[in-house]
């Protein structure tokens, strides 16, 4: 049976009566892939309509605000400390010059790319977004980098890859992003901020900026991307660090 947007749209949001009604949303989410990797728990049945609804209602593509120069925030916070360790700190020193993004998992051609790589070999883009922070904090700030689709398209994801797994060279972080919002034109591999290049604060040599979602998806440090079909193998298997901390995989705004 095929389901009319209103119809999807109206279980999904529960106006189906009692058992049936979920039942029936339940069911139509799970036939698109519209269980979030945290759909257990107290409040997984929060976090499924939240994320079916979102893929839903934006599956037009929809893009979040883009602002003038004249908006740019004149600071932006930084959060957390650059990864541990000495290998960071050898890297930065030699300007990321040895730094590698592996991308690997499911596609047809794994790649290892060097910062010049993404500034030569891909097309670039500029956006002037703005960051909000789940702690009450945000900026507007103008990211450059390369969209994450360019890389993907270039790598050649596989027809069962679900996911893109987003490594960090700081072990404790990691998140993912399903291959709706990984091939969004506003997903950006960011190696550049407001005019410069990205600084270590905020994740130098390159982040990941996911626009449409909360801050603490755009993911710092970059090391490893992996395309997969199932988030279970990864962490406690809830798509990202951040349920285990309380927040939801899923950080639509």
């Not at 998992?105 to 790589?117: Q, T």
């Not at 360019?150 to 994801?157: I, K, N, R, Y």
């Not at 990691?174 to 969004?184: F, G, P, Q, R, V």
Request: charged share 20%; aromatic share 10%; net charge neutral.
């Amino acid at each position: 049976m095929t389901l009319s947007r209103r119809r999807l749209l109206r279980y999904l949001l529960g106006a189906g009566t009692g058992a049936a009604g979920l039942a029936g949303g339940a069911a139509a989410a799970n036939r698109l892939g519209w269980i979030p990797p945290d759909h257990g728990g107290l409040f997984g049945l929060g976090e499924t309509l939240t994320y079916a609804s979102h893929r839903l209602l934006l599956s037009g593509g929809a893009h979040a605000r883009e602002f003038t120069r004249a908006d740019i925030s004149r600071s932006a916070p930084v959060n957390g400390n650059p990864p541990p360790g000495e290998d960071y700190g050898r890297l930065e020193a030699g300007g990321f010059a040895d730094w590698r993004l592996r991308v690997d998992g499911l596609v047809a051609r794994p790649a290892s790319l060097s910062l010049d790589d993404l500034r030569h070999r891909f097309p670039r883009r500029s956006q002037i977004t703005h960051l909000a922070c789940e702690e009450g904090w945000s900026y507007i700030a103008e990211w450059t980098g390369v969209p994450l689709a360019s890389v993907l398209a270039q790598v050649g994801v596989l027809p069962q890859a679900r996911y893109v797994v987003v490594f960090s060279m700081d072990p404790e972080w990691w998140d993912s992003l399903d291959l709706a919002e990984a091939w969004h034109g506003q997903t950006l591999l960011a190696d550049g901020m407001n005019g410069a290049a990205l600084d270590t604060g905020h994740g130098a040599p390159l982040r990941l900026r996911v626009p449409r979602q909360l801050g603490y998806k755009s993911i710092k440090y970059l090391a490893r991307l992996t395309l997969t079909d199932s988030l279970a193998p990864f962490g406690a298997g809830l798509g990202s660090v951040s349920p285990e901390l309380g927040y939801s995989w899923y950080a639509g705004i």
